[in-house]
């Protein structure tokens, strides 16, 4: 998005000399997206930034994924992947657990209150929702201050580490693109447009540079290989928040779901209507706290539906569901509704909506265009029941 910012010190034509107050040069970065045909930003180092001084293997932890066959809905209770005892030894880097994936995008979770390694994921965007607590993210362009309900956006290959204030509950979605507002809620030139959900104001990024010292400085970095994602090791002589000073139109922000400005209409909206953000083949919305359908025969919950293109990853962090009362979804669960099976409301929510004027609901949905596969995280929280909840009775019985 061509949201122009300016950080610190820079020289005022780029690509000419930049010197420290002694006469020494700064190092200028280019860091661009899609072959420098897109949103870039230019960081001013003290030291060079490809210097490094060793490189071995991050054995990452468990990608596998398995396909949802037989073909179920499913609910997953993420709340039971970390006990207490865990999450003072959790980070939010290495302590994420896969929950579900493809091709496209990787929905994970943790509940960490330790200090993260310094990190780097240069597959694609990252945007973590933070469903309770609150953190410092330093990264190479400043520190962003996150807190219950915000997404933070990092960019790819943006190196950074998590810095809990107590324990944080956080929901990854790591793309293998970038992550942006949708196109339609931009003018040509970038601006969010009048008919978008929020504005420029409503991102926030980081406020000064962030320098730090320091020698022979670890950075774990998530990568492509021949056999899929894997991670190296680097070490760099110096500690790359070296940054004095950068501009440009990319860099990381956080976003909180309490500016979302909801749609409405006199009768029910479609998924499209919620849209925060997209990647390729797939896209994030908000289910919040609004008004609802107002015609005199409106029937509030949503209609039953078959996402014959996509798969539908509901993340429940507030509120109260109207269209999933009974079913055992709570905060924390997920719902996995994918493409082939026709979902919509528990029994009775269709006929006891009628009237609402008000869901005080809060979700973050994902949407993919590509089938999902189960992580381990999701073999391990299972409500195994879930999928019979319409029918009242499962195989068997």
Same mark, same amino acid.
């Given at each position: 998005?061509?949201?122009?910012?300016?950080?610190?010190? =820079?020289?005022?034509?780029?690509?000419?000399?930049?010197?420290?107050?002694?006469?020494?040069?700064?190092?200028?970065?280019?860091?661009?997206?899609?072959?420098?045909?897109?949103?870039?930003?230019?960081?001013?180092?003290?030291?060079? $930034?490809?210097?490094? &001084?060793?490189?071995?293997?991050?054995?990452?932890?468990?990608?596998?994924?398995?396909?949802?066959?037989?073909?179920?809905?499913?609910?997953?209770?993420?709340?039971?992947?970390?006990?207490?005892?865990?999450?003072?030894? *959790?980070?939010?880097?290495?302590?994420?657990?896969?929950?579900?994936?493809?091709?496209?995008? !990787? @929905?994970?979770?943790?509940?960490?209150?330790?200090?993260?390694?310094?990190?780097?994921?240069? =597959?694609?965007?990252?945007?973590?929702? =933070?469903?309770?607590?609150?953190? *410092?993210?330093?990264? +190479?362009?400043?520190?962003?201050?996150? !807190?219950?309900?915000?997404?933070?956006?990092?960019?790819?290959? *943006?190196?950074? !580490?998590?810095?809990?204030?107590?324990?944080?509950?956080?929901?990854?979605?790591?793309?293998? %693109?970038?992550?942006?507002?949708?196109?339609? /809620?931009?003018?040509?030139?970038?601006?969010?447009?009048?008919?978008?959900?929020? #504005?420029?104001?409503?991102?926030?990024?980081?406020?000064?540079?962030? @320098?730090?010292?320091? %020698?022979? +400085?670890?950075?774990?970095?998530?990568?492509?290989?021949?056999?899929?994602?894997?991670?190296?090791? /680097? +070490?760099?002589?110096?500690?790359? /928040?070296?940054?004095?000073?950068?501009?440009? #139109?990319?860099?990381?922000?956080?976003?909180?779901?309490?500016?979302?400005?909801?749609?409405?209409?006199?009768?029910?909206?479609?998924?499209?209507?919620?849209?925060?953000?997209?990647?390729?083949?797939?896209?994030? #919305?908000?289910?919040?706290? !609004?008004?609802?359908?107002?015609?005199?025969?409106?029937? $509030?919950?949503?209609?039953?539906? %078959?996402?014959?293109?996509?798969?539908?990853?509901?993340?429940? +962090?507030?509120?109260?569901?109207?269209?999933?009362?009974?079913?055992?979804?709570?905060?924390?669960?997920?719902?996995?509704?994918?493409?082939?099976?026709?979902?919509?409301?528990?029994?009775?929510?269709?006929?006891?909506?009628?009237?609402?004027?008000? /869901?005080?609901?809060?979700?973050?949905? &994902?949407?993919?265009?590509?089938?999902?596969?189960?992580?381990?995280?999701?073999?391990? #929280?299972?409500?195994?029941?879930?999928?019979?909840?319409?029918?009242?009775?499962?195989?068997?019985?």
């Amino acid at each position: 998005m061509a949201y122009y910012r300016q950080l610190g010190s =820079i020289p005022p034509k780029r690509h000419t000399q930049h010197r420290t107050p002694d006469g020494n040069l700064y190092y200028e970065e280019l860091m661009g997206e899609e072959g420098f045909s897109s949103d870039s930003s230019l960081l001013y180092h003290r030291h060079i $930034p490809s210097a490094i &001084v060793d490189a071995t293997v991050w054995d990452l932890p468990d990608h596998s994924t398995t396909p949802n066959h037989p073909l179920k809905p499913r609910h997953l209770k993420l709340h039971d992947l970390f006990p207490e005892s865990v999450v003072a030894d *959790t980070d939010v880097v290495t302590g994420r657990r896969l929950v579900l994936g493809n091709a496209d995008v !990787r @929905l994970s979770y943790v509940v960490a209150s330790k200090t993260s390694p310094l990190y780097r994921n240069s =597959i694609g965007d990252e945007m973590v929702y =933070i469903e309770s607590g609150s953190a *410092t993210v330093e990264t +190479v362009f400043g520190a962003l201050q996150a !807190r219950q309900g915000d997404y933070v956006l990092i960019p790819r290959a *943006t190196t950074h !580490r998590w810095i809990p204030d107590g324990p944080v509950r956080a929901y990854a979605v790591e793309a293998n %693109s970038h992550i942006a507002p949708p196109k339609r /809620f931009l003018s040509k030139y970038g601006q969010l447009l009048e008919n978008a959900p929020y #504005c420029e104001r409503d991102l926030h990024g980081p406020t000064e540079p962030l @320098l730090t010292d320091g %020698s022979d +400085v670890e950075v774990l970095v998530k990568h492509r290989g021949s056999t899929g994602i894997v991670g190296t090791r /680097f +070490v760099y002589p110096n500690h790359p /928040f070296d940054v004095v000073g950068w501009d440009g #139109c990319l860099y990381p922000y956080t976003f909180n779901i309490s500016d979302y400005e909801p749609l409405t209409g006199r009768v029910h909206q479609p998924p499209p209507a919620h849209q925060a953000f997209e990647g390729a083949n797939f896209v994030i #919305c908000n289910f919040v706290p !609004r008004k609802v359908d107002y015609h005199p025969l409106a029937i $509030p919950v949503p209609y039953y539906h %078959s996402n014959v293109d996509s798969d539908e990853i509901m993340f429940y +962090v507030g509120g109260d569901y109207e269209a999933r009362k009974g079913s055992g979804i709570g905060q924390g669960s997920i719902s996995v509704h994918p493409g082939g099976h026709a979902h919509g409301p528990q029994p009775g929510a269709y006929e006891r909506s009628i009237g609402a004027e008000f /869901f005080d609901e809060l979700a973050v949905m &994902v949407d993919t265009f590509r089938p999902l596969e189960l992580g381990e995280g999701a073999l391990a #929280c299972e409500d195994a029941g879930y999928a019979w909840t319409w029918a009242g009775r499962g195989p068997n019985r």
